[in-house]
T-cell receptor, first 113, second 113 residues
Framework: DTGVSQNPRHKITKRGQNVTFRCDPISEHNRLYWYRQTLGQGPEFLTYFQNEAQLEKSRLLSDRFSAERPKGSFSTLEIQRTEQGDSAMYLC???????????FGDGTRLSIL | AQSVAQPEDQVNVAEGNPLTVKCTYSVSGNPYLFWYVQYPNRGLQFLLKYITGDNLVKGSYGFEAEFNKSQTSFHLKKPSALVSDYALYFCAVRDTGTYKYIFGTGTRLKVLA
């Protein structure tokens, strides 16, 4: 299967720890998105990359959150000093250029103890 | 600011009956509109999109959606519901001039056998 891959699927950590998630998009897709989804809500936009450039970032994204896509391929999302409110499903999606459908991974579920 | 509203948390329909899942939007420019479906513990899957042209858009799994500019709506429809259509459905909008997608809160579709 050559879909969007996210690792790990589930991360449990203690409050205050740092966590990093990885997303491997579909190989020919130059656009990559990160979203956060909490129970009963739709995906909430976090950030967007076109190739290696981070072109848009939500104002809701605090300084504890950072994302990279160093070579325009895979991407990482890091959360520093995790808080209870960070517990959520983190979704990655990729797409071709233009107004094209986003292909989503199955997400990383973050649980903060 | 762009926004999406899905007024129904849940829609119940009998198997074989037509279904409608409602979505209204607000954007400053011309909207790009999407419907996605989400199965438990999975990422979202693309169903259909509207960019321009014919107001009736056909998509995957027999779903279609009708764009109505005057009512700023983009309702999802299917002529005959299947039990396998049971899932969470999300409407999304992207405004022209931005890469940011806004998702609705989702509507759970329950199909009664």
């Amino acid at each position: 299967d050559t879909g969007v891959s996210q690792n790990p699927r589930h991360k449990i950590t203690k409050r205050g720890q740092n966590v990093t998630f990885r997303c491997d998009p579909i190989s020919e897709h130059n656009r990559l998105y990160w979203y956060r989804q909490t129970l009963g809500q739709g995906p909430e936009f976090l950030t967007y990359f076109q190739n290696e450039a981070q072109l848009e970032k939500s104002r809701l994204l605090s300084d504890r959150f950072s994302a990279e896509r160093p070579k325009g391929s895979f991407s990482t999302l890091e959360i520093q000093r995790t808080e209870q409110g960070d517990s959520a499903m983190y979704l990655c999606a990729s797409s071709l250029a233009g107004v094209q459908p986003q292909h989503f991974g199955d997400g990383t579920r973050l649980s903060i103890l | 600011a762009q926004s999406v509203a899905q007024p129904e948390d849940q829609v119940n329909v009998a198997e074989g009956n037509p279904l409608t899942v409602k979505c209204t939007y607000s954007v400053s420019g011309n909207p790009y509109l999407f419907w996605y479906v989400q199965y438990p513990n999975r990422g979202l899957q693309f169903l259909l999109k509207y960019i321009t042209g014919d107001n009736l858009v056909k998509g995957s799994y027999g779903f279609e959606a009708e764009f109505n500019k005057s009512q700023t709506s983009f309702h999802l429809k299917k002529p005959s519901a299947l039990v396998s259509d049971y899932a969470l459905y999300f409407c999304a909008v992207r405004d022209t001039g931005t890469y940011k997608y806004i998702f609705g809160t989702g509507t759970r579709l329950k199909v009664l056998a």
